[in-house]
């Protein structure tokens, strides 16, 4: 089972350390968008800055894949279930593989990853960047329609 309620705080984690991590780094640089990157099947989302404005594809951002934090759980459930369990919000959602297809895990990954960080005390982390208007905050799924950008 994937437990996204128990992973949630190591998302948390990860945006927030790398937010910080980049800005130690890169102090002067004009950022107009953080976008997560995420691969659910294979367990990995990577946090991605971008120096031009609107650019809506993370492979494309400036720095692309800053950092990276693995979930091989996530991996090993899709590899070796016909059902995926999902807890979320204390709740299981069972999604069949066969049935449901990929783009069913993508929504309810990219709808989480969402809602996670729109969170306010993760989005007032974004002001230590050194932002050019308009900034933007958005998630993308790998090979998935599941993609947004907004502006902040």
């Not at 309620?5 to 927030?16: A, M, N, Q």
Request: hydrophobic residues 35%; contains cysteine; charged residues 30%.
């Amino acid at each position: 089972m994937i437990n996204l309620d128990k992973d949630k705080v190591l998302i948390e984690r990860f945006w927030t350390d790398s937010i910080k991590k980049f800005n130690m780094l890169n102090p002067d640089v004009n950022v107009y968008t953080v976008g997560l990157y995420c691969c659910r099947w294979a367990g990995w989302m990577t946090i991605n800055f971008d120096t031009n404005p609107n650019s809506e594809n993370c492979p494309d951002f400036t720095y692309v894949a800053f950092e990276s934090l693995d979930f091989e759980h996530w991996q090993d459930d899709y590899d070796n279930n016909e059902t995926l369990e999902i807890l979320l919000n204390g709740n299981i959602q069972k999604i069949n593989l066969e049935e449901d297809e990929d783009e069913r895990i993508n929504e309810v990954v990219f709808t989480y990853l969402k809602t996670i960080v729109k969170e306010p005390h993760l989005l007032t982390v974004t002001n230590i960047l050194k932002k050019k208007e308009p900034f933007r905050v958005g998630i993308q799924m790998l090979d998935s329609s599941e993609s947004e950008f907004w502006t902040l």
